[in-house]
């Protein structure tokens, strides 16, 4: 098995995670029931709105 020959820099080592970290999630879109943005052709996390009815249960609602 290969072994690396020299330690990698902080700044090399920075720019390789920040180029694959999984914070951008793409474009989003609005929800057009609750107005929240969400990534599209995906049910809404918050109210559970896909497609002009509600799919799922809304996750932060008790009553
Ligand atoms: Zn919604």
Redesign the pocket.
Known sequence: MAVPKHRTSKAKRNSRQSANDKRFLGELSL?P??G?E?LPHRV?P??G?YKDRVVKAPKNQNA
């Open positions: 929800c029931q609750c929240i969400k809404c918050q109210c709105f």
